[in-house]
């Protein structure tokens, strides 16, 4: 229960802290917005054509805006300097690790919140299904699990900003693909039941690199 | 209790701590001294826990600081150059989420206890960044002792501040540092330092080059004393 206390406490003290300045929130739903409607423009999407091109579309806003968010969530700990204060607390780093993966899945989720409804109307196709709400909070967890190590990874490297995509994004590959052609069957009208092998694989990331990021957090932290 | 055998660390082949054998005795108050790169910072994290050692032994309280556990750093309160301390947050919710980190009993009470001690009960509901340096590093001092820390550790704590801040912060560390508590604090300021502590080190090229009771190095005497250990000022 201590743990869970204090993995709340660093979701609390990250929500807290981006509410009062939206420093975060907002460049990752500008971003969001724009990037949906210049694929809108760039690829004059008609209602035969949509179902083709949307899932990659999706993914891409999310990606993309994710990372602006995961660098920023440890950039603005580093340059405050208050990331030492964290890792001086008593207790296992691997808390630290779950509150800021927390508070990051959180921020990607209020922008998802917003982007499918705005993707729903700009398209006119339905994106709001229990179905495709599960592939895209899947996907979003492992995204945000391997997003949140590699940031961590990133802050002390000399081009932070750009090493994390660098990083990330190879490493999402299996997301990406997995989470493209689960949406990309569901628009096309199949079932839960029809893309169970790509909830299966979005599922095993999960489990595989939210394992590994605990274990691996304290050394990537360390000096 | 602090008990230092054989520290050596080194960044790739830069030696920068070169063997400290150092015991600093509970209640204790110690003023590290040294040039820039003399490796106070170094010594100072490695006692914190933010740094690996490369070869030797740290002790806290008899716990291989090394080897124990996170548990072990509830033993410590850290002041650093920066104020490790979030500005987009009020001072009460800094320490409030410190407090919860730390697990600290009655945290409400002791939150205001904190803040009546570093002189910011006034401004506990104002965020952060509107405070002036002289604010931030008190309520960095607020957040080091809030959980009650038997070992102080202070990085350079006056740096930045001017005059009436550093003197409110000294007011604040003699303070601190009565009691049990011990306390190692690094400083370029010769006379603040000699002042405040009980027991001064002057560090060097990786070594302790002296080790002597603040009693009797006033009057400008341990100017002279350390212009001559690390070779003029």
Not at chain 1, 142 to 149: F, H, K, P, Q, R
Request: hydrophobic share 50%.
């Amino acid at each position: 229960m201590s743990y869970l206390r204090k993995v709340l406490a660093i979701v609390w003290k990250d929500v807290r802290a981006e509410l009062r300045t939206k420093d975060i929130l907002s460049s990752m739903l500008v971003f969001a917005g724009l990037s949906v409607l210049i694929f809108q423009f760039a690829f004059d999407l008609r209602a035969d054509n949509v179902r083709l091109v949307l899932p990659g579309v999706l993914w891409i806003a999310i990606t993309f805006a994710g990372v602006l968010g995961l660098n920023r969530s440890f950039i603005l700990e580093q340059d405050r300097g208050s990331l030492e204060g964290l890792l001086l607390a008593p207790v296992d780093r691997s808390a630290i690790y779950f509150g800021k993966l927390i508070g990051n899945l959180l921020f990607i989720f209020a922008v998802e919140l917003l982007l499918l409804p705005l993707m729903t109307v700009l398209f006119n196709v339905w994106l709001l299904s229990p179905a495709l709400l599960l592939v895209v909070a899947l996907g979003t967890v492992g995204y945000a699990a391997v997003g949140t190590l590699f940031a961590a990874l990133s802050i002390n490297t000399r081009a932070r900003e750009v090493m994390l995509p660098i990083l990330l994004f190879p490493v999402m590959v299996p997301v990406f693909v997995a989470g493209v052609q689960a949406v990309s069957r569901l628009l096309d009208g199949d079932s839960l039941a029809d893309i169970v092998r790509w909830i299966q694989l979005l599922v095993a990331y999960d489990a595989i690199f939210l394992a590994a990021a605990m274990l691996l957090f304290d050394y990537v932290v360390e000096e | 209790m602090i008990t230092i055998s054989k520290l050596i660390k080194a960044f790739g082949r830069r030696p920068v701590l070169r063997g400290i054998d150092l015991e600093v005795p509970a209640g204790q108050s110690v003023a590290l001294f040294g040039p820039n790169g003399a490796g106070k910072t170094t010594l100072i994290r490695i006692i914190a826990g933010l740094s690996k050692l490369s070869s030797g032994q740290v002790l806290l309280g008899g716990q291989d600081a090394q080897k124990a556990g996170p548990a072990l750093r509830r033993y410590i309160g850290f002041v650093s150059h920066s104020p490790l301390i979030y500005d987009s947050l009020t001072a009460e919710e800094n320490l409030h989420f410190f407090g919860r980190m730390y697990e600290t009993p009655d945290l409400p009470e002791r939150i205001n206890q904190v803040l009546e001690q570093v002189g910011l009960a006034g401004r506990r509901k104002d965020v952060v960044r509107t405070f002036s340096r002289g604010m931030i590093q008190r309520l960095a001092i607020g957040r080091a002792i809030l959980h009650n820390p038997p070992i102080l550790l202070l990085d350079e704590p006056d740096t930045g501040l001017d005059q009436q801040a550093a003197d409110m912060l000294r007011k604040l560390l003699v303070e601190l540092g009565s009691g049990d508590r011990t306390v190692l604090l690094t400083t370029h300021n010769l006379e603040r330092g000699i002042e405040w502590a009980d027991r001064a080190l002057i560090l060097n090229g990786g070594r302790v080059r002296f080790d002597a009771a603040t009693g009797d190095l006033g009057g400008g005497h341990f100017r002279r004393i350390y212009t001559e250990t690390v070779g003029g000022v």
